[in-house]
């Protein structure tokens, strides 16, 4: 004889096995980041230009959250981003020990190949703006040599202290009205950069805006990045330290390294909330 089945409550049984879904947002030091991989915000980014809608992406790291914590104006620009993500392991080891963890690390150097590789396969445009002089267009032409079918629409590399030239900003602004890139990429470095884009992107909204600081010496070879195994231990900043030990010593060791070990100490703080 069959026994009989509580359909409904097989469907309950089953459902409860299902585990709740991500946050869409993780909440870091005050940061709001997308808990995204970086395909899917490749796939965000393809999709908005599709759709004519623009937007920024911040990949914020260690010194981006610092200077959020305590420049309340740069945060209120990295709120305004349409997309915010983790670059640097020790934002995801921060996520890791609150127990809301991000899925990986979004670096912006790794993304601006990527995302390079689905303009090409989707016919798409691109726009190099800043860098030291010559770099945005040599990274051009290595670009297009790595993507078959990537379009270059141009390239730019305002002279020092442009952010205080009115004539320079409305210069930038006329070569990338003239260019309509679906994508730019802007390497001058934080904050310089994400305060740029504020004042660009309304100019093209339908464009998407992403800072890569020195990513585009990364595709020239001028500046080397780290090993692979060195950037999954979260070393990388070890590696350009010995690389340029003037300029990043106070970044990484005097300020860093200190605010890493708070960010550290709140995340623990709120797990131990969270499970008592």
Not at 59 to 67: E, I, P, Q, W
Request: a neutral charge; proline letters at 6%.
């Amino acid at each position: 004889m069959m026994q009989s089945v509580d359909n409904g409550s097989v469907v309950a049984e089953s459902l409860a096995k299902v585990p709740p879904p991500a946050d869409p947002v993780v909440q870091l030091q005050g940061v709001s980041i997308d808990n995204l991989t970086e395909q899917e915000v490749i796939d965000k980014i393809a999709s908005g230009i599709n759709l004519g809608s623009g937007g920024c992406v911040v990949t914020v790291n260690l010194d981006h959250m610092r200077r959020c914590h305590y420049d309340p104006s740069y945060l209120e620009l990295v709120k305004e981003a349409e997309l915010v993500v983790a670059d640097g392991m020790p934002l995801v080891w921060a996520t890791r020990l609150q127990n809301t963890p991000l899925p990986e690390r979004v670096a912006g150097s790794s993304l601006s190949l990527s995302l390079a590789h689905r303009l090409a396969e989707d016919g798409r445009t691109l726009f190099l703006l800043g860098g030291n002089d010559g770099v945005a267009e040599e990274a051009g032409r290595e670009l297009t040599k790595r993507f078959a079918g990537l379009k270059i629409v141009g390239s730019y590399c305002p002279p020092f202290g442009f952010e205080n030239d009115r004539n320079e900003l409305d210069q930038i602004t006329r070569v990338l009205k003239s260019a309509q890139p679906d994508v730019v990429y802007v390497a001058l470095g934080s904050p310089k950069q994400e305060r740029l884009i504020q004042i660009l992107r309304h100019e093209l909204p339908q464009t998407w805006w992403l800072g890569v600081g020195i990513s585009l010496s990364f595709v020239t070879g001028d500046v080397s990045r780290a090993p692979e195994w060195v950037q999954r231990l979260g070393l990388e900043w070890g590696y350009r330290l010995i690389q340029e030990p003037t300029r990043l010593w106070r970044r990484y060791l005097v300020e860093g390294l200190p605010f890493f070990a708070r960010m550290m100490a709140t995340s623990l703080r709120r797990r131990w909330r969270i499970f008592n």
